[in-house]
């Protein structure tokens, strides 16, 4: 069983800076590509961040310039960098990896319960 806790969420005034963590727990093997994902209330779940073990990483539009994901492969945990934060960042933010758990098995996606970022005067 592979479990996902993140943490460093928070209340923050506009233009702040919150840095979140994500670490993967249980039987792994190797986990593969790691991300944030954020869901604002009534509004579909959507992807802000990905990285790659080889640290290739894609941005959503919306965040490019002011997040930055980053992750640490010995402890299996994925970090995101937020700096000039805005309202509409405001949401729950989950983190999500592929994981396998045995050699030569498959990979499967794992998510963390979330974390809550608010960002408001």
């Known amino acids: 069983q592979v479990l996902l806790v993140e943490s460093g969420g928070g209340l923050v005034q506009p233009g702040g800076s919150l840095r979140l963590s994500c670490g993967a727990s249980g039987s792994i093997f190797i986990t593969y590509n790691m991300g944030w994902y954020r869901q604002a209330p009534e509004k579909q779940r959507e992807l802000v961040a990905t990285?790659?073990?080889?640290?290739?990483?894609n941005y959503a539009d919306s965040v490019k310039g002011r997040f930055t994901i980053s992750r640490d492969n010995a402890k299996n945990t994925v970090y995101l960098q937020m700096n000039s934060l805005k309202p509409e960042d405001t949401a729950v933010y989950y983190c999500k990896a592929r994981v396998s758990t045995v050699v030569g098995g498959p990979a499967y996606d794992s998510w963390g319960q979330g974390t809550q970022v608010t960002v408001s005067s």
């Open positions: 990285i790659t073990r080889s640290d290739g990483t």
